[in-house]
């Protein structure tokens, strides 16, 4: 009687944590493809007015959130499986940002993103 009530409580919560699992990725995963659709639409309505500045904007800080999650995943996990790829991204970033600087609104960020490229030119 024991066995059974733990084997039928053991599958209760197995189900119950995959349902509850399953639901949290699905809000992840719509609440990712909405930041990035929004994203996209913006700057397509900025391409299609010819607001050329917004879109530069748009991209540009859509770029220094890639390259704070980027290095981050490169600090965490020092031998991801396509940990080149991301430095060598990294360091092509550095390149265009030294060429094309861009000062985020968000001081702090464009401190950090400055930092993370500055970081990665010296480790060539």
């Given at each position: ?86 430095t060598n991204l990294l360091r ?21 993103v400055t930092e993370i490229l ?7």
């Amino acid at each position: 009687m024991v066995v059974a009530a733990l084997t039928i409580s053991a599958f209760a919560g197995f189900r119950f944590a995959f349902h509850r699992y399953g639901r949290s990725l699905t809000d992840t995963i719509a609440s990712y493809e909405f930041l990035n659709a929004s994203e996209r639409f913006s700057t397509l309505r900025a391409l299609r007015v010819g607001d050329t500045n917004a879109v530069f904007d748009d991209l540009e800080g859509q770029i220094d959130t890639s390259v704070i999650a980027l290095r981050a995943i490169l600090d965490d996990y020092p031998t991801v499986e396509n940990g080149r790829n991301y430095t060598n991204l990294l360091r092509r970033i550095a390149d265009y940002r030294a060429t094309f600087p861009n000062h985020d609104n968000i001081t702090n960020m464009d401190a950090t993103v400055t930092e993370i490229l500055t970081q990665i030119k010296r480790e060539r």
